[in-house]
């Protein structure tokens, strides 16, 4: 498997250069007036030697000569190699150039961009006049090798074919590798963004809208106006913490929260006007690894539909760590405002639950009898097998 890669790889890198067809015809041409190399080339059609002459020349020079414009006009190409080979053959030359021709038909099989039917259907029927000529001018060759030269042709042919549908297959896996790396890229990014703002922009969404009531209280106004800013600013740090995570030059250790993260997500939840109850309960073994990063978003995504859909509610959040996962219940009650957001898309959970299911970890988020919301995720502290 690794060989045939590799002879793929080659064919790869030589048809796409194509930088050996210049000096290729170079040393065909020379080599052809080699004496030692006189009449050694291919005999079809059994036509008698005969010395080289002016049309010699002009056979061997449409033979190899041609083969250097091979990459920019591959049809050509094969055109004019094609005629010197008739020539050479009919005139009795059979010169080393006539090589050219089984290399100009895999270039045109793997360089033809268009009409690659018509080109072989075109050459396959100069064929049959070529062979009934030297049948006349020649010993008599046997049909069987007309045949069997024609057939070895056409597998010249075939080659460049493969070549060419190995390179398009090649081509069409980096395509759909690339794309799939965008659109993961893109997901990744969107997910991040979710996780990061949303939280942040509910929870000043409800303390605008709780400061309305507050007119008469310039003491509680002020503390929920407070609250939004001290939300904004969070909710800057974290954006900018977040594009510092997708900059390249990024190191591998920031954007990630702080150890404090789940309790600060706890407070800034109580000061926007929900009740929540905190236990944690072990301490994190590696506070800047995935799971805590994964527990982290599970305990923000769960308190910021709490602020969405149970506001006022009592609320419930327990962190347990250990040495071999992390566990996060977050419980929320239905007898609360329901008003205090806008609903939500349902991307959250969604990618709370890829999130785990990466790290190897279980999650599960669904509406209690009692009309309350329940979130637990069970997420392994270690890397994924």
Known sequence: MTNCRRLQELWRRLGTAAWYLPPLSLLL?????LPALHSQGTQLGGVPSRPFDEWAVVAVALESLALSVGRR??????ALVSLGFAVDQLRGYH???GVALPIALLNAGFRLERHRRAAALLFSAAYVPLAVALSVLGSGESLSGFVTFYLALVLMWGIGAWMRSTRAAEAERRRRVAEDTRAAERTRIARELHDVVTHHVTAMVVQAEAARYLTAAPDRLDQALAAVTDTGRRAIAD???LLDLLNPDHGAGGGMPSADGIPALVEQTRRAG???EFTEEGTPAEPGGSAHLVAHRVVQE???????HAYGSRTSVRVRHDEKEITVEVDTDGSGS????PGGSGRGLAGLRERVDVLGGDFRAERRPDGGFAVRARIPAGDPS
């Open 73 to 78: 006009w591959p049809a050509a190409c094969l």
């Open 338 to 341: 329901r008003g205090g957001s």
């Open 95 to 97: 010169s080393f150039a």
């Open 274 to 276: 929900q009740p929540v």
């Open 302 to 308: 769960a308190l910021t539909n709490a602020l969405k």
């Open 29 to 33: 041409f020379a080599g052809s007036f």
């Open 239 to 241: 954006l900018r913490n």
